[in-house]
């Protein structure tokens, strides 16, 4: 089974713009989270998403959204890209999101912001 | 969440098992311990997870107190790809997400 694969695996931006990366999951899971992490604040949540619905939020600002398709896969976006958001993004998938159900984490997808 | 403590870091001579602790002192009775490890700049990948039981798999196995206010992960052989950063974490039933601390940066050396 393939794994959870993240597009694009390297970006560069500058402050100002907007970026969206993409999740797709493990075949047959439903959930989908997003994590930020960075040297400074370590990995931290951001959303998670099952039957494309938004479950869970971290606390980021507005400025991080996503979304979820029919089909699972998912989207995040941040717009007005500032320098702090330079970070490694990861997704992970599970079954249902349930405690008992293992997260499994794509590659990431590293942001640079200019 | 139940928060879990863990040495910052440890050394390990390869071949040999390494046990790594983790404290998680006011675990509820349905969170369950979970460990992943993430090589450098990588995605963490998931070891192993557990909720009274010991469990065991290819990769590891989880040693969990009777009280289950501490757990210990054993890698029985380490080997040079060994070399991570691995992270204890207690689940929440109905959480949806993964909190991670800082981990136990472990280094295996030849």
């Known amino acids: 089974k393939a794994g959870v694969t993240q597009t694009p695996r390297y970006l560069i931006k500058t402050r100002g713009q907007q970026v969206t990366l993409s999740c797709s999951p493990i075949s047959g899971h439903r959930s989908v989270s997003w994590y930020q992490q960075t040297p400074g604040q370590g990995l931290q949540f951001l959303f998670e998403y099952f039957s494309e619905t938004q479950r869970n939020k971290g606390n980021f600002p507005g400025r991080f959204s996503g979304r979820q398709f029919s089909n699972s896969r998912s989207e995040m976006n941040v717009s007005t890209l500032e320098l702090g958001d330079s970070a490694l993004y990861l997704c992970?998938?599970?079954?249902?999101?349930?405690?008992?159900?293992?997260?499994?984490f794509g590659p990431g997808t590293r942001l640079t912001v200019l | 969440d139940a928060k879990t403590t863990q040495p910052t870091s440890m050394d390990c001579a390869e071949g040999r098992a390494a046990n790594l602790p983790c404290n998680h002192s006011t675990i509820s009775g349905n969170e369950y311990v979970y460990w992943y490890r993430q090589i450098h700049s990588q995605g963490p990948q998931y070891i192993i997870h557990?909720?009274?039981n010991n469990e065991t798999n290819e990769m590891a196995s989880l040693i969990i107190t009777e009280d289950r206010k501490s757990s210990t992960l054993i890698l029985p052989h380490a080997t040079l790809r060994d070399t991570a950063v691995y992270y204890c974490i207690v689940r929440v039933r109905d959480d949806y997400k993964l909190s991670f601390g800082a981990g136990t940066t472990v280094t295996v050396r030849a």
């Open positions: 557990g909720l009274k």
């Open positions: 992970a998938s599970s079954l249902r999101g349930l405690v008992a159900d293992t997260q499994y």
